[in-house]
């Protein structure tokens, strides 16, 4: 269970991201997290991850309260934290089999277990034959693959993603909405942050709508009617 | 499957124990030399470059400095007498100038001796000679001072210990070469210091800047290692383990390019400049010094790779 209460957020100097934040994300929910640039979806999904630590208000994962955690365990929480960043952050000098071992070899795991989990993990998405390729050789699509490979290989227990389809055409999208889905069936809570309303509309699932920093709207998907752009975008 | 029963299905952990950790933050830290090679040669040849002119210096300033060492063998003490004394007053003299602490030789020159060495110096002029015989030169004893008591106020010490013994004559020490070449020894030895230290801490800021550069340039994987959960101490680790073996990589080709540059340039220099005809040229470092500049290597890539660490890893 995600919990936040009264979470406000402040970069210095500048105006909140986040401002009086109270919302419950249960165990094996899955949500969409939208609004526009700015409105504060990342800063939100920092703050799960302990990137960032809230200027007031707490922030609990699974009744542990994350401002209270000491430097030396958030590595602990996070083990449990599946993130695809919306630049992917693969390693460009190691292979695909290299970049989604990270997570398993934090844990202490075996070579030879690494290797079968993460081929078995690729093989699941599709991308086994890129095993021994590194990154830059691979598309956008397969680099997102990638990604969500090294979030997943361990089966988190909460799965965050951010924009996860911003550069992939529809078919990928799909796709790895798909893979959302199927991790969300195995008991992971999923938060994906995204401003494409044809992905949020498409899921129904539960959606949680920011701006300026604050919840303007919490519950299910998204009308068919919001306006979207010819793009398929929220204007 | 079952989430929970998923969750609870966790294989052997490898790196358990002090020598599972080891060995995978070793291969780890072999791995990323491999795959960062251009960056890890730019480290190792810096490190090697660096320490290249430090020892280039420590050789030089160890070949000096023993030169010097081997001038003080010209402080000597020379007792004149104006009557050559009996040979058993020579050996009772003897004993009580090796009491003195500071004497390590003591040569007893009869007016017989003293009269061959001036003829063999004046070898083909023998003619000055003629009319000279051993009883105008006076008899003497040359006594050569411990390495450790060669300074010019412990020369002064030794000669008035000295003047204290009955039978004594004239001493002579050239007391202002004595003081000149003492002080020009403290001189040698401040500019060498001077010198040295200034040259290390350039090394220590070329160095660390280098790494510091070649870890912000892996900044990304310090930030991915982070963000999967890795604790400080599993980051760092194979980074240190690399910085080790960049430093000792590079001290290992700054010795080998130090050796070809001895046998191609410096070994014969002696000669060349005249400095020191006694002995072929320079000699090259003793063990201890390489020993020095091996572990200098080591600790620079480590303490380079740590305090740069301390930086970028926010975990």
Sequence with gaps: ?235 | MSNKAKHAVRPKLEQEGFFGRFSYFSSRALANLRQNTFVSVVTVGTIALALLIASLFLLVYVNLDHMAQGWSDKVQVTVYFDKEPAPLAVTALKGRIMNIPGASKVVFVSQQEAEKRLRARLKGQESLLEGVTADVLPASMEISLDRSNRDTAQVASFVSALKKIDGIGEVQYGEEWVKRFNSFMNLFRLMGMLLGSFLAVTVLFIVSNTIKLTIYARKDELEVLGLVGATRFFIKAPFLIEGILQGALGAVLSVVALLVCYYTFLKNAGNFLGVNPASAGLSFLPPAHLAGILLGGVLLGFIGSATSLRRFVNV
């Design chain 1, 1 to 235: 269970m995600i919990q936040l209460h009264n979470v406000s957020m402040s970069y210095q100097g500048d105006a909140p991201a986040l401002n009086d934040i109270t919302l419950k994300i249960p165990k094996g929910d899955f949500v969409f997290l939208t609004g526009q640039s700015g409105a504060g979806k990342s800063t939100l999904l920092k703050l799960i991850y302990a990137e960032l630590s809230p200027t007031r208000g707490q922030v609990l994962i699974d009744g542990q309260n994350l401002t209270r955690l000491s430097r030396s365990q958030i590595p602990l929480l996070r083990r449990n934290i599946g993130v695809v960043f919306q630049d992917y952050k693969l390693l460009p000098n190691r292979t695909v089999l290299e970049n989604v071992a990270i997570t398993l070899e934090v844990l202490g795991w075996g070579k030879r277990d690494i290797g079968r989990k993460v081929f078995h993990m690729l093989k699941q998405l599709g991308i086994e034959d890129k095993v021994n390729a590194t990154p830059l050789k691979l598309s956008g699509g397969q680099q997102q693959r990638v990604a969500l490979a090294r979030a997943l290989v361990n089966d988190p227990k909460i799965l965050i993603a951010d924009e996860p389809t911003g550069n992939l055409d529809d078919e990928n999208k799909e796709q790895i909405l798909e893979i959302f889905k199927e991790a969300n069936i195995r008991g992971t809570t999923v938060v994906v942050a995204t401003h494409d309303r044809r992905v949020i509309t498409n899921s129904h699932r539960r959606v949680i709508r920011l701006e300026k920093g604050r919840v303007i709207e919490d519950g299910g998907a998204a009308p068919e009617h919001a306006a979207i752009g010819e793009d398929g975008y929220e204007q």
